[in-house]
């Protein structure tokens, strides 16, 4: 596998000090993916071509070539040239033969949000026999304005990503990797949980730890005025319904990361607030987003996070006015599915449940969701707005709970909204 970088720059032949590289020297290290070679092509100071020849048909053995061979670049480390570093380069990235195993626009999804300027040409199987399709590789030009450190990073992470293949165990050290490498811009990428799932191995729980991670927390001070994103207005939808139902004790089952617990505690409308997780993780930082620790002994009587399953009876979770289930039943296994129904309807039995969920026929008018991909890598299962309301009818209808179901967020006419909620109330209470 070829990779080619074309730089202008003030004086171009200077790149050779951020590679750690001497242009006049051809070298060549062998590697646990086979030989690797570097040299330049063409030096001179307004144009200088950097060539990486690696003994290997893998997308991730070129990318740990890379990580080997241009560790003090990928650190951004130059001790001759320190000012470098920082320096933004006009860059022409050519991977002659690239894997790409996806949708034919997988690589302009990838980079195209980076700020690259993408150019994925499809190599096809036999240029003789056009009948026979293409192959599973292109020709991928990238072009763009980055320091060499964020281009190489950028290869780094994506490329095993086009190619779908780790060819080399994956385990918690690599979750690290791509939290270091990533950290600054894969949090904001529309496709993070994609990149993630691809980079990882499709291994969930490492993704999730990578993700917790990866997601920063908006602090409030830095908000600006803007619509409100969906999981703004599923947190306001949610707030409204238990406020309708007169609950003054509230369980957030799922709470994740705290968003909707910050929410709950900051109204006085809420006597008791307990957050639960399965994930100690989310716990952690649900502490962290509430500021737990800073809080009075008045105030931190509000509220408690205990760790806790879904699907499983937890006496700690009885006797409350209200349960919310906020994105939490489509991340269980469907044959799971009774168990949670059992331990929230039959056993907690609160006066009211509230489960909000995505609504999968909406999942058309997402432009980077591929036909009938989930829109989470840690979804089990999506229910159809008719399988919604089915489901509800029969949990209500088995456990005495009458129920309504209503929509958050835009509303499509032939699709719906991107959110259904549910609003379970006892039927003893309704009457």
Known sequence: MTANATTDFPDASDIGYLLHKHPDRVQTRNLPMGNTTVLYPEVSATRTTVAVLADTDAASGLAVALSRLFKQTLAGVCGHRPELVSAAIDLTIALPAAPSRGAGDLASRMFGPLGWGVQATPIPLDSTQPQWGDSEYIDLVLTGTFTLS????????????????????????????????????????PESALIASRYLAHRRELVASALDRLVPDVPDDVATPRDPTLAEQRVRAVLAALAGVGAKSVIDLGCGEGRLLRELF???????????????????????????????????????????????RDVRLHGFDAMVLMEVIEH???????ALVRSVFLQARPRAVLVTTPNSEYNVLYPGLEPGAFRHVDHRFEFTRAQFEQWCSSVAREHAYAVRVEGI??????????TEMAVFTREEQSR
Do not use: C
């Not at 290869?155 to 086009?162: A, C, D, E, N, T």
């Not at 296994?333 to 009774?338: A, F, G, I, S, W």
């Open 150 to 189: 964020a281009a190489l990073r950028h290869l780094y992470v994506l490329l095993p990503v086009l190619d779908d293949a780790k060819h080399y165990w994956v385990g918690e050290d690599e979750a690290d990797k791509l939290v270091r490498a990533a950290g600054d811009w894969l949090g904001d990428h």
């Open 409 to 418: 967020g835009p509303v499509d006419d032939m699709h719906g909204t991107p």
């Open 266 to 312: 900051a109204t006085n409308d809420f006597e008791r607030i307990v957050g639960a997780d399965v994930s100690d993780r989310a716990l952690a930082k649900a502490q962290r987003r509430l500021r737990l620790d800073d809080m009075s002994d008045r105030q931190r009587a509000r509220i408690e996070l205990v760790q806790s399953s879904a699907t499983y």
């Open 332 to 338: 269980v296994d469907l044959d799971r599915l009774p």
